[in-house]
């Protein structure tokens, strides 16, 4: 939205599990309602995609050729894949994802982010200034 190149770790590869905000926060919420003190409830939406694809949707998304980014040094010790596990709170709170098509979830965000300039916009010069700062 700037004009600016995307940045993107090392090759990519590293595994993530995208879950929409409305989906984790109704998450929390449940564990708040529900949950047992003391006990864990890892929340996950089984949205496994490596960044480099998730990526190139919203480069698809934002009408950019999908290899329009920059790669920059993989950050030391960065884990190639957060596993989730959100049994727990699938059998025993019930909870279940209500956004589960992650190219929605990504265009929604996108419409919000062209709209809601004002919020970000600062922010992300900062952020580029830290870039140009370490030469990325």
Do not use: C
Request: hydrophobic share 40%.
């Amino acid at each position: 939205m700037t004009g600016r190149r995307p940045k993107l770790y090392g090759a990519g590869a590293n595994v993530r599990d995208w879950i929409h905000v409305d989906d984790h926060n109704s998450a929390v919420w449940r564990i708040l309602e529900r949950g047992e003190i003391g006990r864990t409830y890892l929340i996950g939406a089984d949205g496994e995609r490596d960044n480099l694809s998730v990526l190139r949707m919203i480069l698809q998304l934002m009408d950019r050729e999908p290899g329009d980014f920059d790669h920059v040094d993989d950050r030391a010790g960065h884990g190639l894949r957060y596993g989730i596990d959100s049994s727990a709170l699938r059998d025993e709170l019930g909870w279940v994802p209500a956004h589960t098509d992650l190219a929605d979830g990504l265009s929604a965000t996108v419409a919000w982010y062209r709209d809601n300039e004002w919020w970000w916009a600062l922010l992300k010069e900062r952020v580029a200034a830290g870039y140009a700062k370490r030469g990325q």
